[in-house]
């Protein structure tokens, strides 16, 4: 089976400009989250959907948005980039959300913002 | 405080040794931790998940949690130069249901 996708791998951007990253989970899991890992830190909590609906979101700014498809795939969108929006961008799905169920992460992607 | 704390390294052990990575986290009503490895460059992959008292045994891995202490650890025999890479805890995200808040990581060095 296949894993957690991601597109692009890489991205650059500049300051201001807008980026849509997109991730397809492990068939036959609904929950998608997003995390933001900066180099040096660990990953970031950004959103969590299941079932197309958010459910929940971590402390970042309403730059950020996300939402999830009827494929249970996700898109995370931010807009106004800022320097500090570089990072590596994880996607992390899981089968539903019992707190026990293991999450595994896509290959990333790595933005670069100038 | 931070949810979950971990000492960044780099913590060096030479091969074949045990290496011993430890985690402390400040919600006392978690329940259930992760441990991943990251490799420079790479995403997360898991290796263990421990969410009861006690042991947790996997191959040359062991977790262990003790929820009065409130800390976590994670065992590596017969350290492996492959072995060396980036280890991050995760525990349950502060904000409720069951996203994850992870360390800052610890950075694993395994010399020859």
């Known amino acids: 089976d296949a894993g957690v996708t991601q597109s692009p791998t890489h991205l650059i951007k500049t300051r201001g400009q807008h980026v849509t990253l997109r991730c397809s989970p492990i068939?036959?899991?609904?929950?998608v989250s997003w995390y933001q890992q900066v180099l040096g830190q660990g990953p970031q909590f950004i959103f969590q959907?299941?079932?197309?609906?958010?459910?929940g979101r971590g402390n970042f700014p309403d730059r950020f948005s996300a939402r999830q498809f009827p494929n249970y795939s996700s898109e995370l969108n931010v807009n106004a980039l800022l320097l500090g929006d570089s990072a590596l961008y994880l996607c992390a799905s899981r089968k539903g959300l019992s707190g026990v169920e293991t999450q595994y992460f896509g290959p990333g992607t790595r933005l670069l913002v100038l | 405080q931070k949810e979950v704390e971990q000492n960044s390294g780099p913590l060096s052990v030479p091969e074949g040794a045990i290496a011993s990575l430890n985690c402390t986290y400040s919600?006392?009503?978690?329940?259930?931790f992760f441990w991943y490895r990251q490799y420079s460059g790479k995403s997360p992959e898991l290796i263990m998940f421990?969410?009861?008292?006690g042991d947790k045994e996997d191959g040359r891995f062991t977790a262990q949690l003790n929820k009065a202490s409130q800390y976590v650890s994670l065992l590596i025999r017969d350290s492996q130069p492959s072995d060396s890479a980036t280890y991050l805890c995760a525990g349950p995200y502060t904000g409720g249901g069951n996203k994850l808040t992870f360390g800052t990581g610890t950075q694993l060095k395994v010399e020859l």
């Open positions: 959907y299941y079932e197309k609906e958010e459910r």
């Open positions: 068939s036959g899991h609904k929950s």
């Open positions: 919600d006392r009503g978690s329940q259930s």
């Open positions: 421990i969410y009861s008292n």
